[in-house]
């Protein structure tokens, strides 16, 4: 773990804080298409796929340079029918942003809004799978971070695979920390991220995909660049990405891999991401701050706090003063109420957390705001 301030710890859903190894991997320059580099992308494709306990066989791990949404985006081109629709699981900035894409597509969609805080349940997903014999698709956000809510995907996941849709999740923020098995759960299209769970860096997101789904995206992409169809066609026949890869980036992330299996693989960052949040949500209650969602939907990688009503709080001033002591914290992404966010996710543990709480005690005592007499939920 770190013990320099100097450098603040990302207390985010990414970019996170990581390690010196994965640091240090980024110190070697790469050839785009030498057969060295070549290997590193076969290996980290192959390692995704074992890690989502996806067969080989039946599904292929696409890369795809840029963030997150760019991976969201190809996938969306390439696993939705353009003469199909669209059901759009939504609670926060990120279902929002998929009904976007869709849109800028010319895709047809609907949504199921649920808020800031409440989850979409199995039983309202198969109602409107049964009331629109239309819908082809349903794009769910697995852990939704702009509250922090871990949605019920396998329930979900059940629904959907009963009345014969596609599944696609974002499971941007929870694959490698929270487990998802493919060979368990009936998802078609799993996407994700070098910087989260797995604690790489940003460059490149993945989309996991049945092939079958695949090879019936030929041709949809409506992005030369985002066409996740030609990013694996080509890869499979060279061994390489089509344009410019982030090569300090996918090198960066194979040895994030090797700590990931170090660790215990998925149930053990699992286990070091829950005892973060256990910890970070008993102390600042114990100071008072209630959290947004009710314990059953906490997630394990980020948590949103109210914000205090003490007219001495205002969050820049706060911000500022974590960032001086070395903690950097996120935004609220609420449109009801004032709010941030903390993340649990990253090179951190319980003794992070642990100085992060006696910081943010200390810095609400400078500011003069009044600590709650007892905490609350919402």
């Known amino acids: 773990m770190m013990s320099n301030l100097k450098v603040p710890y990302l207390l985010t859903p990414g970019p996170l804080t990581t390690s010196h190894a994965t640091k240090a991997a980024m110190l070697r320059d790469w050839g785009s298409w030498d057969d060295d580099f070549n ?12 890690m989502a306990e996806a067969a080989s ?17 190809s996938a969306l081109a390439c696993a939705t029918d ?32 649920k808020g800031d805080y409440l989850p979409p349940q199995p039983d309202e997903v198969a109602t409107l799978l049964q009331q629109d014999a239309d819908i082809t698709a349903v794009f769910l956000v697995h852990c939704e971070t702009s509250s922090g809510i871990l949605n019920p995907l396998d329930a979900i996941a059940e629904v959907v695979r009963a009345h014969g ?3 696609i999740v974002d499971a941007m923020s929870s694959f490698g920390g929270i487990p998802i098995s493919l060979t368990k759960t009936p998802i078609d299209v799993l996407i994700s991220s070098a910087n989260k769970c797995i604690e790489g860096v940003p460059g490149f ?7 079958t789904l695949l090879a019936a995206g030929k041709g949809r992409a409506h992005s030369l660049s985002l066409d996740l169809y030609a990013q694996w066609d080509y890869m499979e026949r060279t061994g390489q990405w089509r344009f410019t890869p982030p090569t300090h980036t996918v090198v960066a992330f194979q040895a994030a891999l090797d700590q990931h299996r170090e660790e215990g693989g998925v149930p053990g960052r699992c286990a070091r991401y829950t005892h973060n949040r256990d910890v970070l949500v008993k102390g600042m209650r114990a100071l008072g701050f209630s959290t947004l969602l009710e314990d059953q939907w906490l997630s394990p990688i980020i948590t949103t706090f109210l914000s205090p009503t003490d007219p001495a709080f205002e969050f820049k001033t706060f911000y500022a003063a974590l960032k001086s002591r070395g903690f950097l914290i996120y935004p609220g992404k609420l449109t009801d109420v004032e709010s941030f966010r903390i993340g649990c996710i990253g090179q951190l543990d319980a003794a992070v957390i642990e100085q992060l709480l006696s910081v943010i005690q200390d810095t609400l005592t400078k500011m003069g705001v009044s600590l709650f007499s007892e905490s609350r939920s919402a």
């Open 39 to 50: 290997r590193v992308t076969a290996d980290v494709r192959a390692q995704l796929l074992t």
């Open 57 to 73: 066989d039946t599904y292929a791990c696409v890369p795809m340079q840029g963030s997150g949404t760019f991976a969201v985006e």
């Open 82 to 113: 353009p003469s199909g629709k669209v059901l759009v699981l939504m609670n926060g900035a990120y279902g929002k942003r998929a009904a976007q894409l869709l849109a800028m597509m010319g895709r047809r969609y609907v949504t199921l809004d």
């Open 165 to 167: 849709k596609t599944l």
């Open 205 to 211: 997101g993945f989309v996991i995909i049945r092939q």
